[in-house]
């Protein structure tokens, strides 16, 4: 471990390189393409540090080929993998015993446990919570609900890239011994109860379903009272028949039908109910 | 309201950021609740823009890039739809009835941008046989070009030919009982954006979280940032009682005990 920290502590990569590196991860997706996702972006954001690195033309044709291969994780946490490749390719420049099945394998083993983290944390807990809390004020006409929401997320993603890849590179080998502790599943679950807790906020705050059928209508004292579907479903629980019809999406999108095709259906669904006077 | 010229290449120009963000997926400019207000205030109708991006932002919460697989597209989706509510000046109802179709078609649009891009893959193979960085940098982006162009070519073409009354005619030639029935569904549809989320966020031991939200939010008259303040709370306090977390150092602690001791019985021993 130490003799890993004086590799660090002389490492060729300068502030430069780093926040070259960190200008490309912002375009992580800029080629994607459906045959290696991630990977010319990947190299891209190599390339600073093969530059920096390797001298040799064949050592750099060698490198550039490395990492032209499939690659694709969450691009907000995509800087950890980043780092280590980095120390990587340094440590190995500098003739250390690596060769390119270990750097190969390491990138492939930190896609999966990074995309596991980064999934639930960016697009199932940050963007939806920023993105509703935005749009709840913008639906007032204020200003301030898209910009919460450009600042919010975007604060947390490019502080997750820049930590991310300076906390990769400053650990080295170590960060995989670092990734199978306690912090990925922590940082994993905690983000799902704050995600899922949220979400049926949502389903009940911000759906509206009415069905206007009249169940009963008496008259007491001159006064009409009417009972509709919809009154006698709210004294049960406010929110029922959008929480039904959550959870009966949630099956059709496991049954692998395209989301666009359930939008129109329900376009239809409504249609319908409103012709025949069950929805409003 | 007519469009002037320099409108046009203002939404060329933001189309184009729109387009290359949508794939990025970084900046978030393709979302309703940005793309939808930037081009309200291109048109000069900021308010609208906004009140339709936080409409369209709650339906689109759930769209999203996972793995190799993409949403539809809130990028051309949003531009348009503004660019026709504004125009035409129609409702947020109408607003949404426009925007779904247009999500639908920019989701092909995609996947043919995203299979064109492989050339870009393999003409970076070929400069890496020369060492040629520069080359495979300006491929890189240059793909990200393909993408921009991908939504604004059609949202400019939209700005430069539509009129008031070409959108009052399209709207006018769609029966009532569409109309309702759209503003009807329009209140339902989140709930896909929803089960998209749920579906990826699914923990079976932690649903009860949901539900506790589901019941809180139904009889409770907080603001959403004051319930995200709880969540977070709850999500906090859930990861430090969480017994499965303090095991490991527990344990640690105890083994190290255990050596401690050991040492410490090896030496009275001696």
């Known amino acids: 471990m130490s003799e890993k920290n004086e590799v660090i502590k002389n490492t060729k990569i300068t502030k430069k390189d780093m926040l070259q590196t960190f200008f490309f991860e912002n375009f992580q997706q800029a080629s994607f393409n459906y045959e290696r996702i991630h990977a010319l972006a990947f190299c891209v954001d190599m390339i600073p540090t093969i530059k920096r690195v390797y001298h040799k033309k064949e050592d750099q044709v060698a490198a550039l080929k490395r990492h032209l291969t499939f690659f694709n994780v969450t691009p907000a946490v995509c800087g950890p993998v980043v780092g280590v490749t980095m120390a990587m390719e340094e440590a190995k420049s500098d003739g250390e015993d690596i060769d390119e099945g270990t750097i190969n394998s390491l990138k492939i083993g930190l896609m999966g446990p990074l995309c596991g983290v980064g999934d639930p944390l960016i697009w199932g807990t940050l963007r939806p919570i920023t993105a509703a809390i935005g749009a709840s004020l913008a639906l007032n006409g204020s200003v301030a609900g898209p910009i919460l929401f450009f600042v919010a997320f975007n604060a947390v993603r490019l502080a997750l890239k820049w930590y991310g890849l300076k906390y990769g590179f400053q650990k080295g080998l170590d960060i995989v011994h670092d990734l199978s502790g306690n912090l990925l599943p922590k940082l994993t679950e905690g983000a799902t109860v704050l995600g899922l807790f949220v979400m049926g906020v949502l389903v009940t705050k911000w759906t509206s379903i009415n069905v206007p059928l009249v169940v009963s209508s008496t008259t007491a004292n001159g006064k009409t009272v009417v009972t509709t579907v919809q009154d006698i479903l709210d004294q049960l629980c406010p929110g029922l028949l959008a929480l039904g019809l959550t959870f009966l999406m949630m099956h059709f999108l496991k049954k692998k039908v395209n989301p666009i095709v359930l939008i129109f259906a329900l376009f239809a669904v409504g249609i319908v109910g409103y012709g025949l006077g069950i929805l409003a | ?270």
């Open chain 2, 1 to 270: 309201m007519t469009i002037s010229t320099l409108q046009i290449v203002l939404i060329f120009i933001f189309s184009c950021i729109c387009g290359a963000g949508s794939v990025l997926d970084e900046f978030q400019t393709h979302r309703p609740l940005i793309a939808c207000t930037i081009v309200g205030l291109i048109l000069g109708d900021p308010t609208k823009g906004i009140i339709l991006g936080g409409t369209l932002e709650l339906i689109a919460l759930g769209w999203m890039n996972i793995g190799a697989a993409q949403s539809p597209d809130s990028a051309l989706a949003s531009v348009i739809s503004t660019i026709l509510v504004v125009v035409g000046n129609q409702s947020i109802q109408e607003g949404i009835a426009i925007a779904l179709p247009v999500a639908a078609a920019g989701q092909v649009l995609t996947v043919f941008a995203r299979t064109i891009t492989v050339a870009f893959q393999h003409a970076a193979d070929k400069a890496a046989e020369d060492a040629n960085f520069n080359k495979i940098i300006a491929l890189h982006f240059s793909a990200l070009f393909v993408q921009a162009l991908r939504v604004a070519i059609p949202s400019t073409l939209v700005a430069a030919y539509v009129s008031p009354t070409m959108v009052q005619n399209m709207l006018d030639a769609i029966p009532d009982v569409v109309t309702g029935g759209l503003t009807v569904a329009g209140g339902m549809i989140v709930v896909v954006g929803y089960a998209m989320v749920l579906n990826m966020m699914y923990v079976k031991y932690l649903m009860p979280f949901f539900f506790l939200g589901f019941i809180l939010g139904g009889y409770l008259d907080f603001s959403l940032l004051a319930f995200g303040g709880i969540g977070l709370i709850l999500a906090i306090v859930y990861v430090q009682l969480n017994p499965n977390f303090a095991k490991p150092q527990a344990a640690a602690a105890t083994s190290a005990g255990t050596v401690a001791d050991d040492e410490l019985d090896d030496e009275l021993d001696d």
